[in-house]
């Protein structure tokens, strides 16, 4: 069992930057790979970014070169540095962990939602024009 917790959220204008935070508990010494997602109303969740244990990174097109994705192991935590922020990015932002799974070679399927077991709640981000 993995326990998340986002923190970070909140409303900034575009240009703007936020870090996201997310605090693990559990059996996170299990955990094979980690990621960010994100839902706005109406739409599919979506993933942001994901790093393996390892630190491999992976990044959705629409946020290279803006997020950063990163990790530190000794604290449990996951970071997500967002930066040059865009009204686009406006979402609910989750935290998720994959435990029992092996990392998988593809990396993009590191982005997808069905790869996660667990979740956290969710830190919302609002971005203004």
């Known amino acids: 069992q993995v326990q998340l917790v986002e923190s970070g959220g909140g409303s900034v204008q575009s240009g703007g930057s936020l870090r996201l935070s997310c605090a693990a508990s559990?059996?996170?010494?299990?955990?094979?790979?980690m990621g960010w997602f994100r839902q706005a109303p109406g739409k599919e969740r979506e993933g942001v970014a994901a790093?393996?244990?390892?630190?491999?990174?992976i990044y959705a097109d629409s946020v290279k070169g803006r997020f950063t994705i990163s990790q530190d192991n000794p604290n449990n935590t996951l970071y997500l540095q967002m930066n040059t922020l865009k009204p686009d990015d406006t979402a609910m932002y989750y935290c998720?962990?994959?435990?029992?799974?092996?990392?998988?070679?593809?990396?993009?399927?590191?982005?997808?939602?069905?790869?996660?077991?667990?979740w956290g709640q969710g830190t919302q981000v609002a971005v203004s024009s």
């Open positions: 998720a962990a994959e435990v029992r799974r092996t990392t998988p070679v593809f990396r993009p399927w590191w982005l997808l939602p069905t790869m996660y077991e667990y």
């Open positions: 559990g059996d996170t010494h299990s955990t094979s790979y």
């Open positions: 790093i393996a244990s390892d630190g491999r990174t």
